[in-house]
């Protein structure tokens, strides 16, 4: 069940009708009954895997809380991360950890049939495996008590507004909102419609849109111009941001709506002075979760230069393969960590250049050229991240130059109507000046926030939708992985 489709807003309107009427402990069972639905809906089957998980981390969470030895509460953590992290090795990497063994094998000169699992990926199992996995090491670390409610850990676990594609929650922050009934004031329910619509806005006018045109060109870039090539890695740039924010904005309108809070998960990323920067605004909730689980785990910054770097890189390399089990997401793991250990061993060399070019005298240009260079190494960066493999990927980069020629046909081929071409391009310039002036209020136009205009700017995202969405089961990215 998708967010942008009909069968979603039945569900949701129904689950909300029922929520108004009930309070307490049956409330909380009809959101664990409508989110164990919700997740069935893709496949009936890997409800268990939910389940699975959630038995064994709560009462891994009672047990090292529970145990008074320090070695059996690591014996307890280390059992319940060997569950979760097997459950995604199962399913998630066993079939690329066996065929690179074999092609390792084959560069040696041996023979090796490599064994494959014919499993389908259950939806979102990076995301609820690593939410689970933020519960029990928290216990652990005495951050978050365990959790004494088998409901309320369950419905931590499956809240379907975040199951799927988080964002990815703290214990800390949503455990603690299952306690109480949350108020259903209007101010509330208007503020997460309006999310809601800004995320489908994002999703079905800007994101599906460029989807059609993006898989054509990736498919087989040999066959296009470097024109074409670049259109295609900048119109993906723009066709992740607004799929996989859309998502977070309505799944953030759909909670709310509700009355519970989840976290911001975007924060403008395109507009980044740097790439570390851009780490702190692109899906906060995971670069944070590998900021404290694994780079800090590591020994963080406070270690020798070396070692320093080697945190960075190895951290970014996990974080490309929780992405997906493929070398191009280890490769763009890698060049992110690269782009951050160059930035760092280069600070004072640039510091330099901004003073001989007196950059420092012109602040505005100066962060108007740091982010057009942040924007455009982290787009190339996305050529990995969707690329068939890392040949495709290589050949992409390599052919932007020449340009060449640019065929409009091929829009019409890749699902862009021509005559909707204008309309698309305004939509994205749209986008970023109103995102612009969320991240810069003082700056907007005072009626902006205006209750008339807030009105008027979301029926027109309303009317978008209508007549420019693309409808239909279009996935969300982010559901891979």
């Given at each position: ?14 689950v909300w009708v029922l929520i108004l009427a009930l309070r307490g402990v049956p409330r909380k069972l009809l ?451």
């Open positions: 069940m998708l967010f942008n489709t009909f069968h979603f807003l039945f569900f949701f309107i129904a959101l664990l009954i409508a989110s164990y639905y919700f997740y069935m809906c893709w496949n009936a089957k890997y409800i268990l895997v939910i389940l699975g998980i959630t038995v064994i981390d709560y009462f891994a969470g009672l047990l090292i809380e529970k145990s008074a030895e320090h070695r059996s509460k690591k014996l307890y953590l280390a059992l319940s991360l060997f569950c979760n992290i097997g459950l995604l090795v199962v399913f998630k990497y066993f079939n690329f950890l066996s065929l690179s063994t074999a092609d390792l094998f084959r560069w040696l000169g041996l023979g090796y049939d490599a064994p494959l699992l014919h499993t389908l990926l259950p939806v979102g199992l990076s995301f609820h495996t690593f939410q689970a996995m933020s519960y029990t090491i928290d216990v652990y670390r005495g951050k978050a008590p365990a959790e004494r409610s088998l409901l309320n850990y369950a419905l931590y676990v499956a809240f379907f507004p975040q199951m799927v594609a988080g964002p990815i929650e703290r214990p800390r922050e949503l455990l603690p909102q299952f306690y109480r009934d949350p108020s259903l004031r209007l101010e509330r329910v208007r503020s997460g419609m309006e999310h809601a619509i800004w995320g489908l806005f994002k999703k079905m006018v800007i994101a599906d849109s460029l989807a059609g045109f993006v898989k054509m060109v990736y498919s087989t870039p040999q066959s296009f111009s470097g024109a074409e090539l670049a259109v295609a890695t900048l119109a993906f740039s723009f066709q992740i941001y607004c799929d996989f924010s859309g998502y977070s904005e309505i799944a953030l309108g759909v909670a709310r709506m509700m009355g519970y809070e989840l976290r911001v998960n975007f924060a403008q990323p395109y507009f980044s002075c740097s790439v570390a920067e851009f780490w702190h605004r692109w899906h906060i909730s995971l670069s944070t979760w590998f900021r404290d689980y694994v780079y800090i785990a590591l020994g963080g910054n406070r270690v020798a230069v070396p070692r320093y770097y080697f945190n960075l890189l190895a951290t970014f390399i996990i974080s490309g393969l929780w992405h997906g089990a493929d070398w191009t997401f280890v490769a763009w793991g890698a060049l992110h960590g690269a782009f951050l250990i160059f930035s760092k061993m280069t600070s004072d060399l640039r510091l330099k250049v901004r003073e001989f070019l007196f950059l420092d005298r012109f602040p505005m240009l100066l962060a108007c050229l740091q982010r057009i260079s942040t924007f455009a190494l982290v787009t190339v960066a996305w050529v990995l991240f969707r690329a068939k493999d890392l040949g495709s990927a290589v050949y992409i980069v390599t052919h932007f130059l020449p340009l060449g020629h640019f065929n409009l046909y091929n829009l019409n081929e890749g699902g862009i109507p021509r005559v909707n071409a204008p309309f698309l391009l305004f939509f994205i310039l749209a986008m970023f000046v109103v995102e612009w002036w969320i991240m810069h209020p003082h700056r907007a136009p005072r009626a902006f926030s205006s209750p008339p205009a807030r009105w008027f700017f979301f029926q027109a995202c309303a009317y978008s939708i209508v007549f420019f969405g693309v409808f239909g089961h279009v996935d969300f990215i982010y559901f891979q992985f």
